[in-house]
């Protein structure tokens, strides 16, 4: 049974699921939807009435949600690197980082992005501010978290650092980071350098031209 993922490799919650794919060579077919183009969402709309991307389909199953579908992978292939513990409570911190990464790192970049997107008036100041005073608050606890070990959650790589890497990738245009984050940037500098995540981050440059990633 084939493993279908409608996504596009320069959303960040699409790239989470890349980086989760290519970690462990698992097969997939990438339907590629632009986010947020109607007539795109369209294709999939009946499965995720949302119509966020990415969802996946896996023979009459289909599953929405970036850290969902990571697990649902995780837990249906035979894979190298588990991206969940076994242990429970183990697994429960790592969801909690995956949980934060996507929270304080993707959510305010989408909302500083989608602002710059919209006409002068439309615009959301007092919100845009308020991400970035949280993209700024990710940063402190993130050079704390990484400060003694190499991965997000200790010295495994995990669903964590797949949701890590497109939302350090993104911040370093949007909110480039301070020379004093020293812990955070080697921690970036692993991400970056790793197989799996350089791939996802790669395929997605071609698009950044068209995307208004300036520093704010
Ligand atoms: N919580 C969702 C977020 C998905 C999401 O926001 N996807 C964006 C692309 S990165 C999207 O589909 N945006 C289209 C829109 O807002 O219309 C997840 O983890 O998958």
Known sequence: MELTLFGHPVSLFSQKVFIALYENEI???LHEVVPGDERDAMQYAHLWPFKRIPVLTHGARSLAESSVIVEYVDLNFPVAT???????????????LDRAFDNYFLVPLQKIIGDRFLEEQQRDTLGVERALATLDIAY????????????AAGNEFSLADCAAAPALACAARIRPTQHEFKHLLAYRDRLFDRQSCKKALEAAEPYHRLLPLDPA
């Open 27 to 29: 097969p997939f077919t």
């Open 82 to 96: 588990r991206l969940l513990p076994e242990d429970a409570h183990d697994a429960l911190e790592v969801r909690m």
């Open 140 to 151: 402190t606890w993130l050079d704390q978290l990484v400060a003694e070990q190499t991965w």
